[in-house]
């Protein structure tokens, strides 16, 4: 059979409501660990503590662990009328099959756009970042230094090729880098108990000064950042075995898993600091308090440890990323939101053209920023992570109005939390996560602003280029219920 075939592997059974001859992933293939794989490596939990949390200790101190179980509860929060819609919804469409459920094909359409701009965004920042980092361990561990394009450029063409090859081929590399993340974690936190005692996990550092203060805003964004990949969870929907059951299962605990990573993590890291100094020492060295901390506690060997498992945590990231986004990509070409081509599928049963013209337009555009002289961090990481993360909030927000709509337009009233209560607070949440989005931006960029400001621009733009061609192609169907 031709690799990319219109055809896919056998499949599990269809859905009588399912348009015959409907293009589709394979299905019954994974269970709610391996879909809870996808979701958490794509969080990079292992980056996220060495990189996002001294941010959010220089602008929370002790309080930081509140702030990520604050952030989990919002998610949370959304997850309960989100999952109870997705009985309804079995589609690797993710937000843009929900939108089109609650507010109809046009507003999907305007929401596909600024999904497309959220993870190009995400993976352009994130890969520029992961080319830094690999450049420096490397020379740092032998001597050599090759360029940061280089390490982009050929691990951007593996995570390419491991997505195109299907499912079971990510899977079995992420197993070993979650595992890898979690236990040097674990053994930081270990060593930590064993220098400092149990006294490290104290409750004095939860203050409301510390949780409500100034830098509340900033440490809230930067903590809801480290659950962008929540999405994971439904997009592979049509390749999990009784989905009904899988994905509700699969989305808790990965939101259990990373929020309580997080704030354990934190928690022993701002205990064994010192409730008084964290916020000085995380200010004076956010790139390298992690790794003293852990080589003060165990040793050099750990120290190396987290350095090496950060680029590879970035590995399961991108690679999580990239499976997610190739199937976002899949379902809108079968929508008839984008070209019919992206809906082919290899003989494994995944979508390997989307998955590679994902990789291309990423490499395109990272390729454009870097030879043109942009700093990898300052610039590229910088403004598209920045912008990435506006666009993940913004669709978050139209996703709510569509839970809440879609509810109120069924009727659906059996339990008025799950579908009444939990979607308005989760609507006026994001309104209000958004509204500090735009305040902190500046601090996003790194306090670029400036041109980089102009960028969030795209996002209403390309909603509203979205939401014309969803007035110009009725024919979009995003709301076949694919089983």
């Given at each position: 059979?031709?690799?990319?075939?219109?055809?896919?592997?056998?499949?599990?059974?269809?859905?009588?409501?399912?348009?015959?001859?409907?293009?589709?992933?394979?299905?019954?293939?994974?269970?709610?660990?391996?879909?809870?794989?996808?979701?958490?490596?794509?969080?990079?939990?292992?980056?996220?503590?060495?990189?996002?949390?001294?941010?959010?200790?220089?602008?929370?101190?002790?309080?930081?662990?509140?702030?990520?179980?604050?952030?989990?509860?919002?998610?949370?929060?959304?997850?309960?009328?989100?999952?109870?819609?997705?009985?309804?919804?079995?589609?690797?469409?993710?937000?843009?099959?929900?939108?089109?459920?609650?507010?109809?094909?046009?507003?999907?359409?305007?929401?596909?756009?600024?999904?497309?701009?959220?993870?190009l965004s995400l993976q352009v920042g994130l890969w520029s970042q992961f080319g830094v980092f690999a450049q420096q361990l490397v020379e740092?561990?032998?001597?050599?230094?090759?360029?940061?394009?280089?390490?982009?450029?050929?691990?951007?063409?593996?995570?390419?090729?491991?997505?195109?090859?299907?499912?079971?081929?990510?899977?079995?590399?992420?197993?070993?880098?979650?595992?890898?993340?979690?236990?040097?974690?674990?053994?930081?936190?270990?060593?930590?108990?064993?220098?400092?005692?149990?006294?490290?996990?104290?409750?004095?550092?939860?203050?409301?000064?510390?949780?409500?203060?100034?830098?509340?805003?900033?440490?809230?964004?930067?903590?809801?950042?480290?659950?962008?990949?929540?999405?994971?969870?439904?997009?592979?929907?049509?390749?999990?075995?009784?989905?009904?059951?899988?994905?509700?299962?699969?989305?808790?605990?990965?939101?259990?898993?990373?929020?309580?990573?997080?704030?354990?993590?934190?928690?022993a890291i701002s205990g064994a600091v010192g409730i008084d100094g964290i916020q000085a020492v995380a200010t004076e060295n956010p790139s390298?308090?992690?790794?003293?901390?852990?080589?003060?506690?165990?040793?050099?060997?750990?120290?190396?440890?987290?350095?090496?498992?950060?680029?590879?945590?970035?590995?399961?990231?991108?690679?999580?990323?990239?499976?997610?986004?190739?199937?976002?990509?899949?379902?809108?070409?079968?929508?008839?939101?984008?070209?019919?081509?992206?809906?082919?599928?290899?003989?494994?049963?995944?979508?390997?053209?989307?998955?590679?013209?994902?990789?291309?337009?990423?490499?395109?555009?990272?390729?454009?920023?870097?030879?043109?002289?942009?700093?990898?961090?300052?610039?590229?990481?910088?403004?598209?992570?920045?912008?990435?993360?506006?666009?993940?909030?913004?669709?978050?927000?139209?996703?709510?109005?569509?839970?809440?709509?879609?509810?109120?337009?069924?009727?659906?009233?059996?339990?008025?939390?799950?579908?009444?209560?939990?979607?308005?607070?989760?609507?006026?949440?994001?309104?209000?996560?958004?509204?500090?989005?735009?305040?902190?931006?500046?601090?996003?960029?790194?306090?670029?602003?400036?041109?980089?400001?102009?960028?969030?621009?795209?996002?209403?733009?390309?909603?509203?280029?979205?939401?014309?061609?969803?007035?110009?192609?009725?024919?979009?169907?995003?709301?076949?219920?694919?089983?």
């Amino acid at each position: 059979m031709n690799e990319f075939s219109q055809t896919s592997a056998p499949a599990g059974p269809k859905n009588a409501g399912s348009p015959a001859g409907t293009v589709r992933l394979r299905a019954n293939k994974l269970g709610v660990i391996a879909i809870a794989f996808f979701a958490i490596a794509a969080a990079a939990p292992m980056a996220a503590v060495v990189g996002a949390s001294p941010v959010i200790f220089s602008a929370s101190g002790p309080g930081t662990p509140v702030i990520y179980v604050i952030a989990a509860l919002l998610v949370a929060l959304f997850s309960v009328g989100y999952l109870r819609m997705s009985q309804h919804i079995t589609n690797a469409g993710g937000f843009v099959a929900y939108i089109a459920k609650g507010l109809g094909n046009k507003w999907a359409t305007g929401g596909a756009g600024i999904a497309i701009l959220t993870y190009l965004s995400l993976q352009v920042g994130l890969w520029s970042q992961f080319g830094v980092f690999a450049q420096q361990l490397v020379e740092s561990l032998t001597g050599v230094g090759l360029p940061v394009y280089f390490w982009i450029v050929a691990v951007l063409a593996l995570t390419t090729f491991l997505t195109m090859k299907g499912v079971d081929a990510s899977l079995k590399v992420l197993g070993v880098l979650i595992l890898g993340e979690t236990l040097v974690v674990a053994a930081l936190v270990v060593s930590l108990i064993v220098q400092k005692g149990l006294g490290i996990f104290t409750f004095a550092g939860f203050t409301g000064e510390n949780i409500f203060g100034p830098g509340l805003g900033i440490s809230l964004l930067f903590a809801f950042a480290c659950f962008t990949s929540f999405e994971a969870t439904v997009v592979f929907a049509e390749e999990a075995r009784n989905p009904r059951r899988t994905i509700p299962r699969a989305a808790y605990l990965v939101i259990a898993f990373i929020g309580l990573f997080y704030m354990l993590s934190t928690w022993a890291i701002s205990g064994a600091v010192g409730i008084d100094g964290i916020q000085a020492v995380a200010t004076e060295n956010p790139s390298g308090m992690i790794f003293e901390l852990a080589e003060a506690s165990a040793g050099a060997w750990l120290s190396v440890a987290m350095q090496v498992l950060v680029v590879t945590s970035f590995v399961a990231m991108l690679l999580g990323l990239s499976n997610m986004f190739s199937r976002y990509l899949f379902a809108l070409g079968r929508a008839g939101a984008l070209p019919a081509k992206l809906s082919s599928v290899s003989s494994a049963g995944a979508p390997s053209f989307a998955g590679l013209i994902n990789s291309l337009v990423v490499v395109a555009i990272i390729s454009a920023f870097l030879l043109a002289g942009a700093d990898p961090i300052a610039t590229v990481f910088a403004w598209f992570v920045a912008l990435g993360t506006a666009g993940f909030i913004s669709i978050l927000l139209l996703t709510s109005a569509a839970i809440l709509l879609y509810f109120a337009r069924s009727g659906t009233r059996d339990n008025l939390w799950v579908t009444v209560v939990a979607p308005a607070l989760s609507f006026l949440a994001f309104a209000v996560v958004g509204y500090l989005t735009l305040d902190n931006y500046d601090v996003l960029l790194g306090g670029a602003g400036g041109v980089a400001r102009w960028l969030l621009l795209g996002i209403p733009l390309i909603f509203v280029a979205g939401l014309m061609r969803g007035t110009q192609k009725p024919a979009i169907n995003y709301a076949a219920e694919i089983v």
